[in-house]
């Protein structure tokens, strides 16, 4: 029984080692979005680093992600309802940006997304 218990130790490190490694090799940092009619969904703290936004459209309309501050201006492309896509950028340590839609009329009606960034 002994012998046993080491070997499934070990075999637990790998597995464990092997997924970091993987994690670590992707690349970007993944961060989900969903946009709908009335609002954003997504973390209220996102890293800093290589950072892939996985973009969502829940609502009944074309929707798109802006992200403005601390020298930070991007826009991912229009997402179609039902649809993704998705916006990847490097984001510098101690930034801090609002995130809205920037559709048409979309940015005065929905409510915008304060976000601050984890330097870890």
């Known amino acids: 029984m002994m012998c046993v218990m080491p070997s499934l130790h070990i075999r637990l490190l790998i597995a464990a080692a092997m997924s970091l490694s993987v994690t670590a090799c992707r690349g970007s940092q993944i961060v989900e979005v969903k946009l709908s009619d009335q609002d954003i969904q997504m973390p209220r ?4 680093g290589d950072v892939e936004f996985r973009i969502s ?5 074309d929707h798109s992600m802006k992200l ?4 930070i201006e991007v826009e991912s492309s229009d997402v179609q309802p039902g ?4 916006l990847k950028m490097t984001i510098p340590p101690g930034a801090g940006f609002n995130v809205f839609c920037a559709v048409g009329d979309h940015t005065a009606r929905e409510k915008g997304t304060v976000v601050k960034v984890n330097d870890h």
């Open 68 to 71: 403005v501050g601390s020298g």
């Open 45 to 48: 703290v996102v890293p800093s």
């Open 83 to 86: 649809e993704t896509g998705s």
């Open 57 to 61: 459209n829940v609502g009944t309309r």
